[in-house]
T-cell receptor, first 113, second 115 residues
Framework: DGGITQSPKYLFRKEGQNVTLSCEQN?????MYWYRQDPGQGLRLIYYSQIVNDFQKGDIAEGYSVSREKKESFPLTVTSAQKNPTAFYLCASSPATGTLEAFFGQGTRLTVV | AQKVTQAQTEISVVEKEDVTLDCVYE???????LFWYKQPPSGELVFLIR??????QNEISGRYSWNFQKSTSSFNFTITASQVVDSAVYFCALSEPNYGQNFVFGPGTRLSVLP
């Protein structure tokens, strides 16, 4: 089935550790996105990529890093520099036009203790 | 600047009632797209509808209908005869293709449909 796969669904990490969230899509979409969602709040854009080997910072990129070495994959690393990393992270993809809807993965809930 | 406002944080209705979720947007372009997504408790966002700025025709899909009014910069969503399964968080979103491919989301409205 075509879609977006995020893994793992739940992730626990100790404070000060880097952690990488996986996002894979088989929709042949050029654009991919990472959003952060805090309880009771909307989605805030962390990073997005319109093409392989290129990505742009979103509104809250500090403390995060990404790579886009393959069209299908857009992993997000939450670094120890991120002050408050506990949140729900959503990955999405869309065709490279900006006119069509984005498709979302099921999300990763990260808890830092 | 682009911005999406959903003034209703939470709404509770009793099953079979009609409910309207409001969405007001700000855009810097004449070409833009509006979207509605549903986020059930499982967390994944489910796409509901897309509307471009040149098409103000209202749309109906089963119990769902959307009212797009450029004059008031609004794109409201109505659920007729609500059901418990409609309980979710609903997000309105905006994209401006001439300014890149990212999407701007509103804060969401949590709808609770009580049996």
């Amino acid at each position: 089935d075509g879609g977006i796969t995020q893994s793992p669904k739940y992730l626990f990490r100790k404070e000060g550790q880097n952690v990488t969230l996986s996002c894979e899509q088989n929709l042949n979409h050029d654009a991919m996105y990472w959003y952060r969602q805090d309880p009771g709040q909307g989605l805030r854009l962390i990073y997005y990529s319109q093409i392989v080997n290129d990505f742009q910072k979103g509104d809250i990129a500090e403390g995060y890093s990404v790579s886009r070495e393959k069209k299908e994959s857009f992993p997000l690393t939450v670094t120890s520099a991120q002050k408050n990393p506990t949140a729900f992270y959503l990955c999405a993809s869309s065709p490279a036009t900006g006119t069509l809807e984005a498709f979302f993965g099921q999300g990763t809930r990260l808890t830092v203790v | 600047a682009q911005k999406v406002t959903q003034a209703q944080t939470e709404i509770s209705v009793v099953e079979k009632e009609d409910v309207t979720l409001d969405c007001v947007y700000e855009t810097r372009d004449t070409t833009y797209y509006l979207f509605w997504y549903k986020q059930p408790p499982s967390g994944e966002l489910v796409f509901l509808i897309r509307r471009n700025s040149f098409d103000e025709q209202n749309e109906i899909s089963g119990r769902y209908s959307w009212n797009f009014q450029k004059s008031t910069s609004s794109f409201n969503f109505t659920i007729t005869a609500s059901q418990v399964v409609d309980s979710a968080v609903y997000f309105c979103a905006l994209s401006e293709p001439n300014y890149g491919q990212n999407f701007v989301f509103g804060p969401g409205t949590r709808l609770s449909v009580l049996p």
